[in-house]
Every structure is written in structure tokens, then in C-alpha cells.
């Protein structure tokens, strides 16, 4: 009885409501969409660090400071550290890493670059299957696979020699030739302005045997056991650290939450408001009929409730059609991508920034969004009608 009530008063101003619902409508697929490009640079995100930094990364304890002028005096013993991680009881992938800068020169020109000594086994972990669209992945220590920026200020082309000078870990200067065999493009646009090398032939260069710069273990979400292992079996010469405790990594997943919530709270105030003025406007030309329902005895309560359903059902209807509107889209640029990749490098290629973003919608954003919708739609009725129920019938009707 009651709900068909509601829908007579939904019919009796077919503008004001469809306004309303259209208010809620652009409000929610805003939300469902905005959140759900959230939830694609925070995959984004999480995928580019773990492949750089594994779940858990072990280096020296002075390697943060001295990584960013490419130090490689800040090592430890490859072989020490791999019969440690052998005896973890979690499945795991381990590789050892060596990063470093150096000048690339081909003919008279040059380049500086920054370096990575990897393992076979990056080979799937990086990601090469997919980033190398020239050539072939590293299978010799005398071969190097360069990164489509360098490629391309160096003009080379496969098969080049390119001569690799660089400094050790004892600060003395030393150079090698290498045969290209592979061209990348990765979607971080500052990796294309790299190259990588065997882990063995990095050693030898920087005259660091049996020593690497970082020790990555890939074990599908086990970092917290691995590192409390880590941590109570390894001594003082080497740094623990899970993936979320790590630069950039660490900041982005304390800001994360801060960022939903001011994204929801800017949302739900502007949609809420502007469903309380539509409201308001609708209780001011009903007062009348506010204070008849009171005269012929119908309480406050019931009286709030009727607008309330009112409220909540343009709600539910204008939440549903956004979360189809809003969530449609999502899922349409999920399954495409937005490439950032060209118009970032375009302007630079100092950035460490991965150009192709996945919008993804989940339940829990397509929940949210439509509580979030039927909540404010709800709250701002209840705002609206109020005061004007706190009224005598008398004062109503002498409004009109």
C-alpha cells in the first residue's frame, strides 16, 4: 500500500524526479567508473613493483642511499643468501640481481643507461615473452637486449657490437663488448631507456663475484612468513623488506585508502546536495499536502517514511543506471587499456611510470557505489523533510 503511494507521488512530478534520478544517475556512474580506475592503477601499481622488487627483497642495508647514484659497493654474498632461501618451507622463486649505470657506445655516439645483471629466469618473471618485439632473450654472457629509447638515440639495429663501460665495485673503469640480440618496449617508459645483461657477465664486468645488489623472492603473496624467516636467519650484513615497506611501494599503499576516501566523500557531498535542493523543492510545494496527511491524523513518522522510500527509490533506480552507465565503461577500457605509455615519454623518459592502465570493476566497488547512492539519496530526504514535519498541520496548510 504504501510503496504504491510512493510510486503515485514519483508519477505526479515525472520532471522533478527524473531530474533527481538523473542527478544520482551521473553521481554513481562518476563514482563506479573514478573508483574503478582506482582499482586499476592500484593493480598497475602492485604489479610493477613485485616485478621489480619481488614480495620480499633482500640487499645490503646501505643499498637504498647508495642505489641511486648506481653504487655497486653496496653488495653480499649471492651464494650465502640462496642456501638461506632454499630452506624456506613457502614455494617460492628466488633471482639474484645486480643493478648499475654505465655508458653504451656505438660508432661516436653514446649514451648513459642503467644496466640490470638478471637470471634465465627473469626471462618469464620481467616479463620478456611480452617486451621483446625484435630478437631474442639473453642466452650467452657476451649478449645484451636494449631497451627501445637507447635503440633508438644509438640507432642500432640487431646484431650491433656495442662497447659497455662502467664502473666496478672498486671504483675503477672497465669496458666489454656485447653482441645485441634483442630490442624491448616496456609500458615503463624509463625502462626503454636501459639495457640488461647475464647475471654471470654483470659479476665479471664489475668484478663482483659470487656478490649481488638485490635478492628478489617471487612467492605468490607468502611475504609475510618469508620475511619473519628471512629476518630471524639472516645476520646484520643484509636488509629484509616486503614489497609494501619499499619506496614508492610504501607510500602508495598508506595513501591508497586516503585517496578512495576523498574520491567517495567529494561524490557522495556532491551528489547529496544536490538531491537535498531537488528535495527541498519538492517538500516546499508539498507542504500543503503535509499538513492535510497531519490533519486527518497520520503521525510524523509515517509522514517521514513516505518521503524517505520517496528518496530511497530514486535511489535504488538512479544508483542501478549509473552502476550500468559507469560500471559499462569500466569494463569496456578493462578489457582495452588506456595507453598513458607514448604521450609520457613524448615529454619525458626519466619517469618510472607504466603508460597502460586498466580501469577494474569489483563488487566491492559496484556495492559501494550503489550504497553510497541509495544512502546519500536517503539522507538528503530525510535533511529535506525534517523541519517541515516538525511543523503544525495548521502552519503547513496557511503556506500554501
Do not use: C
Not at 108 to 133: C, L, R, T, V
Not at 289 to 301: C, P, Q, S, V
Not at 360 to 366: A, D, M, P, R, S
Not at 386 to 394: G, L, M
Amino acid at each position: 500500500m504504501l510503496l504504491s503511494v510512493v510510486f503515485k507521488n514519483l508519477k505526479r512530478n515525472k520532471k522533478r524526479s527524473f531530474l533527481t534520478i538523473l542527478i544520482i544517475l551521473i553521481a554513481t556512474s562518476g563514482m563506479t567508473f573514478g573508483l574503478s580506475w582506482i582499482e586499476g592503477e592500484k593493480n598497475l601499481f602492485l604489479e610493477s613493483g613485485k616485478r621489480m622488487t619481488g614480495d620480499v627483497r633482500i640487499t645490503a642495508p646501505d643499498y637504498e642511499l647508495r642505489s641511486r647514484s648506481l653504487d655497486v659497493s653496496s653488495n653480499f654474498s649471492y651464494s650465502k643468501i640462496k642456501k638461506v632461501v632454499e630452506r624456506i618451507s613457502e614455494k617460492n622463486i628466488g633471482v639474484g640481481r645486480i643493478k648499475f649505470g654505465g655508458l653504451i657506445y656505438f660508432n661516436e655516439k653514446h649514451e648513459k643507461a642503467m644496466g640490470s645483471g638478471i637470471e634465465s629466469k627473469d626471462k618469464k618473471i620481467i616479463g620478456f615473452d611480452k617486451f621483446i618485439y625484435s630478437g631474442k632473450f639473453l642466452e650467452n654472457n657476451n649478449e645484451i637486449i636494449i631497451g627501445e629509447t637507447l635503440k633508438r638515440r644509438l640507432n642500432l639495429k640487431l646484431g650491433d657490437q656495442v662497447t659497455l663501460l662502467t664502473q666496478t665495485q672498486d671504483k675503477s673503469l672497465y669496458s666489454l663488448n656485447y653482441n645485441i640480440v634483442g630490442f624491448y618496449k616496456m609500458d615503463n617508459t624509463r625502462l626503454n631507456k636501459s639495457f640488461y645483461i647475464t647475471l654471470a657477465s654483470s659479476q665479471y664486468l664489475l668484478d663482483m663475484e659470487d656478490r649481488i645488489t638485490e635478492y628478489l623472492i617471487y612467492s605468490n603473496n607468502k611475504e609475510i612468513p618469508i620475511k619473519s624467516f628471512l629476518t630471524k636467519n639472516t645476520d646484520k650484513t643484509v636488509l629484509v623488506k616486503r614489497w609494501d615497506e619499499i619506496g614508492m611501494n610504501e607510500s602508495f599503499t598508506q595513501v591508497l585508502p586516503f585517496i578512495q576516501g576523498i574520491f567517495i566523500f567529494i561524490f557522495a557531498t556532491l551528489s547529496g546536495l544536490s538531491i537535498s535542493n531537488t528535495m527541498l523543492m519538492t517538500v516546499f510545494e508539498r507542504r500543503h499536502e503535509i499538513g492535510l496527511l497531519k490533519a486527518l491524523g497520520m503521525k510524523e513518522r509515517e509522514i517521514k517514511k513516505i518521503f524517505i522510500l520517496e528518496g530511497g527509490l530514486m535511489g535504488v533506480i538512479g544508483g542501478i543506471a549509473g552502476l550500468i552507465l559507469g560500471g559499462g565503461i569500466a569494463l569496456y577500457l578493462g578489457r582495452v587499456g588506456v595507453n598513458f605509455g607514448d604521450m609520457i615519454e613524448s615529454f619525458t623518459s626519466e619517469l618510472n611510470i607504466k603508460g597502460v592502465i586498466y580501469p577494474h570493476l569489483t563488487i566491492f566497488v559496484t556495492a559501494l557505489s550503489l550504497t553510497v547512492a541509495l544512502v546519500t539519496s536517503t539522507l538528503a530526504t530525510f535533511l529535506a523533510i525534517f523541519s517541515e514535519v516538525k511543523k503544525e498541520a495548521v502552519e503547513n496548510m496557511r503556506n500554501e
